[in-house]
């Protein structure tokens, strides 16, 4: 007779009450072992309502209070940016796990923080960066890394919609805002995941006086001949889809490619190749956060301070490369950046 082991629960604490605080908060729902336990909202009244809404047991409006909590085990940072580090290495400070919103801080340095405080206290830390954990994406890049299409020779990414408007939250410099930091993460991710660190990186964009990035266009250049096109835009559409080729073939994924459950791969002699598209899809767990919450909440009640598949190492070198980035984008008429 099959036995069948029950997991360990999670009391998670989610802050921040915003869109995507509501869609973690559906999928935490929909993940084996997590348990609604708390909401953090700067508005008391807000929070009560979101948390009466969406199942939670209580209410903070202060973070020392959720953070005192001895009840709640891992927090979800959906805060902006700029708050990211300052409230996880408090919270695993204090003891608690943390999933952070991508992404996982505004630079490297402020990233190695993190790592160094979940190190030092022994609790789980993660980047949610979801489209990592999708499983359409997982397949994605294993086909790829397998030769399917022969040698991979370039990528291509976008993720440009027209989010809010000057005067939103989206555009703020006192909260970090960024396109890079909020789209552009994504296109990077995955031109990095498939192609590898670039060695000389070319980019350019709108900038606002503050130093807000409105949209970013980003070369990757390697030795031997291989690139990635990327751009990101908050003020305009730029096709949300990606591509991946190679020798013998190229593979697509629709849009919005960094949340899409299936992508299209063409391979083979070139009448093969136009003619016969082989279609991979996969079905969506709620909004699509569940494989990413589910990851996560297992490996916090299995005593892992990090995922395999989402290691802070990589948060953190990511976060070089956009720091790279940044750094072209600010000197635009230079010679592009070389990666050491």
């Known amino acids: ?23 973690i908060s559906d999928d935490l729902g929909l993940t084996p072992g997590a348990r609604r336990h708390a909401v953090g909202s700067r508005d008391r009244e807000r929070g009560r309502a979101f948390a009466a809404a969406n199942g939670f047991a209580v209410a903070y409006e202060a973070m020392p209070e959720l953070l005192a909590d001895p009840s709640i085990d891992a927090v979800y940072i959906a805060t902006p940016h700029a708050t990211h580090a300052s409230i996880a290495v408090a919270a695993l400070e204090s003891g608690k796990h943390v999933l952070i919103e991508k992404p996982l801080a505004v630079s490297a340095d402020e990233g190695r923080r993190i790592a160094e405080a979940s ?31 022969g ?36 296109p990077v991710t995955l031109a990095l995941d498939v192609l590898g660190r670039p060695s000389r990186i070319h980019a350019t964009g709108l900038l606002r006086e503050d130093g807000v990035d409105l949209t970013d266009h980003i070369t990757f250049e390697y030795d031997d001949g291989r690139f990635a096109q990327l751009s990101a835009s908050m003020v ?8 991946v080729s190679g020798t013998d073939g190229w593979m697509t994924v ?9 992508f299209t791969t063409r391979a083979g002699p070139i009448p093969q190749a136009l003619s016969e598209p082989h279609r991979t899809t ?5 909004n699509g956060y569940v494989p990413m919450l589910d990851a996560a909440t297992l490996a916090i009640a299995e005593g892992l301070t990090e995922h395999p598949l989402h290691p802070l190492a990589d ?22 950046k070389e990666i050491r």
Do not use: C, H, K
Request: hydrophobic fraction near 45%; aromatic fraction near 10%.
């Open 119 to 149: 190190a030092a206290s022994g609790r789980f830390a993660m980047e949610a960066l979801w489209m990592r954990f999708n499983p359409a994406y997982r397949d994605l890049i294993s086909t790829a890394r397998a030769g399917t299409i």
């Open 315 to 336: 948060s953190v070198a990511t976060l070089e490369v956009l720091d790279v980035i940044r750094d072209a984008m600010s000197s635009p008429t230079a010679r592009p």
């Open 282 to 286: 996969y079905e969506r767990r709620g």
């Open 151 to 186: 040698t991979i020779r370039s990528v291509r990414a976008s993720f440009g919609l027209p989010f809010g408007a000057p005067g939103s939250a989206r555009w703020s410099a006192a909260r970090a805002s960024s396109t890079l930091l909020d789209q552009g993460i994504y």
């Open 236 to 243: 305009e559409y730029i096709e949300p889809t990606a591509s």
């Open 254 to 262: 629709p849009a919005p490619f960094w949340a899409a459950n299936e």
């Open 1 to 23: 007779m099959a036995v069948t082991m029950r997991r360990a629960e999670v009391n998670w604490a989610v802050v921040g009450t915003g869109l995507l605080s509501q869609s």
